[in-house]
């Protein structure tokens, strides 16, 4: 259990770094934002408790925003997310429940299962991000067009870096 | 009462849901004033110093980069300074009389090189025979004459200065009229001696050297110094005079190059007639 908190904490601190050193600063124009920090969130276990997830979230939402000087902003999102990740997971579930020890990753629920529960959870994300950023609906399209290319390029990333941070536990 | 209680705790989730919703909510809000201090911004120590490692990090890698364009904008900047333009002192002072024949033309020159203490010393001048300077024509400063051109390259003119040791310019003596020849005996770059004045003529501490026309390079009465002091040497029958120079050659900057238009014509006359009457 120790270890499972340290290992989160790493996590953190290494995805926090990550998006603020680095990915914030690759450039792909306008409606590509990827905001990979997101796999903090994806990345805690199912037996999380969902207040304390949530609470997690908005402490994760409130450091990014300590770096990205939009108070607030990430915050909301991520606790929206953290919100919601209680229900997806419960509506995604397979049939007989999540087994003990199994972590949210494409290896041990497979890309299917995964596609489902990280693209929604971004998607979700992203909608908070992009609509409340720009707080008005005038640009709606503009808006929708950024929160689905972004999704796309976070998810990507997000694929990409759980591998990093795979256990190695096969079953 | 028991009854709401039971409610918060039954949907808490929600509520805790809420209550970090209006807290995000209440931080945008204090993000928009202009008034109103970010509570949270990356001011703080730990992101502040998180991005100024990225940002030394950073300049490292570009450090290559950076040395470049800095060395680019130093060459740019070098290329505007004003000590690379050379002024092409193209004026020269003619005019044109029917009554007066413009005898010496005037231009005015910078000195770019020079030296005192040599035996020979000579001066380097920033106008060449593309500008008009030439061979034989006279240099002087504000404060007296300074030497003259011996030779010139098309953007450059080297010249003889006072303190040669073959320098030989006539001169005379304002008040008495006698002249003798300005030499310079390698002692002191302040001083040059003005050998073969006779040993009647009246001089004064303070007198007026200029030069003469005899020389045929120097137009007649420009001023070369002052008389420090005189004497006769044993078994000669000619004064020496001490000469205090006006011209500080130690600081010469900007000189005149003065053009005798008619030396050409003198020089070939006066060959032409010598060699008639010596045949």
């Keep these: 259990m120790t270890t499972e908190i340290f290992r989160n904490i790493l996590r953190f601190i290494l995805l926090l770094l990550l998006q603020v050193l680095i990915v914030q600063n690759i450039n792909l124009g306008p409606y590509i934002i990827m905001l990979p920090y997101v796999l903090i969130i994806l990345m805690l276990p199912f037996e999380t408790q969902r207040v304390a997830l949530m609470v997690i979230s908005f402490f994760v939402g409130i450091s990014l925003d300590i770096f990205h000087d939009s108070s607030g902003l990430h915050a909301s999102a991520c606790t929206l997310m953290g919100f919601s990740r ?19 990753t494409v290896d041990d629920m497979g890309l299917a299962w995964y596609l489902r529960y990280a693209g929604t959870l971004i998607l979700i994300h992203h909608f908070a991000f992009f609509y409340l950023e720009i707080f008005r609906f005038n640009e709606f399209f503009g808006t929708f067009l950024r929160v689905i290319l972004s999704s796309i390029g976070t998810f990507l990333l997000v694929y990409l870096l759980q591998f990093l941070f795979y256990t190695g536990k096969k079953r | ?69 800095l060395a680019e904008e130093n060459t740019k900047l070098r290329n505007r300074l004003k000590s690379n333009f050379n002024i092409i002192p193209l004026t020269r002072f003619e005019r044109h009389d029917t009554l007066y024949k413009q005898h010496y033309t005037y231009m005015s020159a910078k000195v770019v090189n020079s030296s005192v203490n040599k035996r020979r010393n000579y001066l380097t001048l920033n106008i060449g025979k593309e500008q008009g300077a030439g061979r034989d024509m006279a240099v002087m400063s504000v404060q007296g004459i300074v030497g003259y051109i011996t030779d010139a390259s098309s953007n450059f003119s080297s010249a ?24 310079w005996d390698g002692s002191d770059y302040q001083h040059c001696l003005l050998t073969d004045i006779p040993t009647h003529a009246r001089i004064k501490k303070g007198d007026t050297v200029e030069t003469s026309e005899l020389s045929g390079i120097f137009p007649e009465g420009l001023f070369a110094g002052t008389v420090e002091s005189w004497e006769q040497k044993q078994n000669e029958s000619f004064f020496t005079v001490k000469v205090k120079l006006g011209a500080d050659l130690k600081k010469v900057n900007h000189v005149y190059i003065i053009q005798n238009k008619y030396k050409g014509e003198r020089d070939s006359l006066e060959k032409n007639s010598q060699k008639q009457i010596d045949d």
């Design chain 2, 1 to 69: 009462m028991k009854n709401l209680l039971a409610f918060v705790l039954k949907h808490h989730f929600i509520f805790v849901f809420a209550l970090l919703q209006l807290i995000c909510i209440w931080l945008m809000q204090r993000n928009r004033g202009y008034q109103g201090s970010q509570v949270l911004n990356s001011s703080n120590a730990v992101a502040s110093n998180i991005y100024l490692a990225a940002a030394n990090t950073k300049e490292y890698f570009a450090l290559k980069q950076e040395n470049e364009r």
């Design chain 2, 160 to 183: 003889m200065s006072l303190l040669h040791k073959d320098s030989k310019i006539n001169c005379q003596l304002k008040n008495d009229g006698s002249y003798g020849i300005l030499i």
């Design chain 1, 86 to 104: 209680h229900y997806v997971l419960k509506f995604i579930s397979p049939r007989d429940g999540y087994d003990i020890g199994v972590k949210p």
